[in-house]
């Protein structure tokens, strides 16, 4: 009988342990940005997919990728510019609200400090000056800026990116994916 209740108990602890350990934060994401894999460690920040299922980038590596400049102030906003005055984004960590170019708008995902890194929601910045798509089969995060046509193939996909956004093309007749 205590043999019962013992196997019992074991087996309720493990079921009410799984639901925690699938919500655990995944770091097995890479990131593009425009042409180039951006290689990102702990150290610098990596991108992750949180607890919530959202893809969550780190600012820095992105921001320097996108050929912005990254500004921390006093109050604790982070104001992200670029040269030609394009992009004037101003947010707080842990802060919904959030001000482009003038116009005020809201992240469905706070941005977060995680390692010492500020992490900004991926698909809601992006989209500010660029597009984004997410390939579930290589776990890749794509972003692209700008007016030029670039091509990804991921996987079996051929994708187009333009100043319209991310769009799927058919691939050549008897492509054959490189294992």
């Known amino acids: ?60 590596i992105v921001s320097e990728s996108m050929g912005y400049a990254t500004d921390w102030q006093p109050d604790g906003s982070i104001h992200i510019t670029n040269a030609d005055g394009t992009v004037d984004v101003t947010l707080q960590v842990d802060s919904a609200n959030y001000t482009a170019n003038g116009q005020a708008g809201t992240f469905e995902t706070l941005p977060t400090l995680k390692n010492d890194r500020t992490y900004l929601p991926a698909r809601d910045f992006s989209e500010l000056y660029g597009s984004i798509y997410w390939d579930n089969a290589t776990r890749t995060v794509w972003i692209t800026q700008g007016n030029s046509i670039q091509y990804q193939v991921f996987g079996t996909k051929l994708m187009a990116a333009t100043a319209e956004g991310i769009q799927p093309l058919a691939m050549p007749d008897g492509y054959v994916p490189n294992d």
């Open 1 to 60: 009988m205590n043999t019962r209740k013992y196997i019992t108990a074991i087996t309720c602890a493990a079921l009410l342990a799984l639901p925690t350990a699938a919500l655990a934060d995944s770091t097995d994401v890479s990131l593009m940005v425009g042409d180039a894999t951006i290689s990102a460690d702990e150290a610098t920040g990596q991108p992750y997919i949180n607890d919530a299922g959202r893809t969550m980038i780190p600012l820095r």
